[in-house]
């Protein structure tokens, strides 16, 4: 997990600075990031999360490798986009992580009806969340056996991995995660996640189907909108509830709180600028420029700074776990608004001024990161 995590921050680092200095394309750098980084570290988190929910044993050493060959072929993706290896890798690399999405999705099934009890309704989240992976790479094949339907494929893919694997992993394990972030587990959490899988998959399902349906019939950009509606009030339903319980003063005085409510912000943000983008208001790249930074840095720095110590340091809770996760959380709350307005400057074309914020906070993170494996562990 620690290997997985530690490439996922490597990749970014170095994309955005390849990036940055033109060395590399926006969309190829986006490419790797995704590819090589953010799905092998949702299936790692999907593995550290689906014993909790279940109640079940550790995983096999065979299910832990699993992130580690998914980012392994991760980094095949660039070569084969840019030239340098045939295009045709690219639906080997699909179908090999179509069937690793199997793999993990069979083993969920199973923790889950084999759990002692009722398991956790977050696990349907992870499941839902990997059969959007599995038609992610089928649009890939699909690219590349219909290539006339180019566009409409891409548009699948695009929301199947950005709102289906991403968005449907992230809100399985947010309501849980921050109040744990907090130390205050929140019983509304089981039920809330009960309730709203299913407006949540409707809301994706019309986006995937009717953004590259509107390339064909213009009212297809009616359905997307629909969707991203449904997914706007899922996100603003949720920060109420943590507002609710827990008061801006908690989330705002936490340094792995505030990022994971902040990438709840940086999502509706994204979602209303797809809609301008659906009915000609803007075009699409700050849709996805605001993404990066809003939603999924935060997500991503937030979750890593709780999981870390528990990765490194599994079981009972020691002093230098929580010396860990003070370390990755040191500045949390400036990282976060700097990413926020990383994504707000995106949106406004000032493209120079938001990649030097969102590179300033992803540095600042990777040296808290390099300082919290300095910490020994504790012989208290």
Not at 112 to 122: D, I, K, N, Q, T
Not at 145 to 163: E, S
Not at 203 to 231: D, E, K, T, Y
Request: aromatic share 8%.
């Amino acid at each position: 997990m620690l290997t997985v995590a530690g490439f996922t921050l490597f990749f970014l680092l170095a994309s955005l600075v390849l990036a940055l200095i033109g060395a590399l394309a926006p969309w190829l750098a986006a490419h790797l990031v995704f590819a090589a980084g953010v799905v092998p570290l949702i299936l790692a988190a999907m593995i550290h999360f689906v014993p909790v929910l279940t109640r079940s044993g550790d995983p096999s050493p065979a299910i832990r490798r699993l992130p580690l060959v998914a980012q392994a072929l991760g980094l095949l993706v660039l070569p084969a986009l840019a030239g340098i290896l045939p295009r045709s890798l690219l639906a080997l690399v699909a179908t090999v992580n179509c069937i690793l999405a199997g793999i993990l999705l069979r083993w969920i099934w199973q923790r889950a009806h084999r759990a002692l009890g009722s398991p956790h309704p977050g696990w349907r989240w992870y499941a839902a969340a990997l059969i959007c992976l599995m038609l992610a790479m089928l649009a890939v094949i699909g690219q590349l056996l219909f290539p006339a339907g180019w566009t409409a494929w891409r548009l699948a893919h695009l929301h199947l991995n950005t709102l289906g694997l991403v968005g449907l992993a992230a809100f399985g394990t947010l309501p849980v995660l921050l109040p744990t972030a907090l130390g205050q587990p929140d019983p509304e959490a089981g039920r809330w996640l009960q309730r709203m899988l299913w407006p949540m998959l409707a809301g994706v399902a019309l986006v995937v189907v009717g953004a590259p349906l509107s390339i064909f019939f213009g009212p297809g950009r009616i359905v997307a909108a629909s969707g991203a509606a449904a997914l706007m009030i899922v996100s603003i339903l949720l920060a109420a509830q943590w507002l609710r319980r827990f008061g801006m003063s908690q989330l705002t005085g936490d340094g792995v709180a505030l990022p994971l409510f902040v990438a709840l912000s940086g999502f509706v943000g994204s979602l209303l600028f797809g809609v301008a983008h659906a009915f000609g208001l803007m075009p699409g790249q700050p849709t996805l420029l605001l993404w990066l930074p809003a939603f999924l840095l935060p997500l991503i720095t937030g979750t890593l700074s709780q999981l870390l110590p528990v990765w490194r340091w599994p079981g009972p809770a020691i002093p230098a776990r929580r010396q860990m996760r003070a370390t990755l959380a040191w500045l949390g709350q400036i990282r976060a608004l700097l990413w926020l307005t990383a994504g707000t400057l995106f949106a406004a074309d000032e493209i120079l001024t938001g990649s030097l914020l969102l590179l300033v906070g992803v540095a600042s993170w990777a040296l808290n990161l390099a300082k919290a494996l300095r910490i020994p562990r504790s012989t208290q």
